[in-house]
């Protein structure tokens, strides 16, 4: 593969990502209890588990978002290594990344043998 093509790849995967983190974002813009339509106000409250539901897929997309935004961020630095010139070379060994993995993680910053020791 020639870097217009792992670019292409990496744009790619920017804009997906991109549209993920604007998604997630854009779900919990108000309160849980604009989100429930909370009647509190009026005496009336929503059912405790209404509120735990609701709190806990807001904390899950929380979680899904921050893991979005660290994978852009991940993407963003593989772009900045192929506008520099060391794309494509582990960051432990300096050994080439296997073409194959490129393919498979295009932002991968180690070879695989590197990456399995660093986990």
Same mark, same amino acid.
């Given at each position: 593969m020639?870097a217009?093509?792992?670019?292409k790849l *990496?744009l790619g995967e &920017?804009? &997906?990502? =991109?549209?993920a983190?604007e998604h *997630?974002?854009?779900?919990n *813009?108000g309160?849980?209890?604009d989100?429930l339509?909370?009647?509190? @106000?009026a005496g009336?409250d929503?059912?405790?588990?209404d509120?735990?539901? !609701? =709190?806990?897929?807001?904390?899950?997309d %929380?979680?899904?978002?921050?893991? @979005?935004?660290?994978a *852009?961020e991940?993407?963003?630095a593989?772009? !900045?290594?192929l506008?520099g010139g =060391?794309?494509?070379?582990?960051? %432990?060994?300096?050994?080439?990344i @296997?073409?194959?993995?490129?393919? @498979?993680i295009p932002?991968a910053?180690?070879?695989i043998?590197?990456?399995r &020791?660093?986990e």
């Amino acid at each position: 593969m020639q870097a217009d093509e792992y670019r292409k790849l *990496l744009l790619g995967e &920017r804009e &997906r990502l =991109t549209k993920a983190v604007e998604h *997630l974002h854009g779900d919990n *813009l108000g309160s849980i209890e604009d989100e429930l339509g909370e009647l509190s @106000a009026a005496g009336v409250d929503n059912h405790m588990g209404d509120t735990a539901s !609701a =709190t806990y897929d807001r904390e899950l997309d %929380a979680g899904l978002e921050q893991s @979005a935004q660290h994978a *852009l961020e991940e993407v963003d630095a593989a772009i !900045a290594r192929l506008d520099g010139g =060391t794309y494509g070379v582990c960051e %432990a060994c300096g050994d080439p990344i @296997a073409p194959d993995r490129l393919v @498979a993680i295009p932002w991968a910053r180690r070879c695989i043998d590197d990456q399995r &020791r660093s986990e």
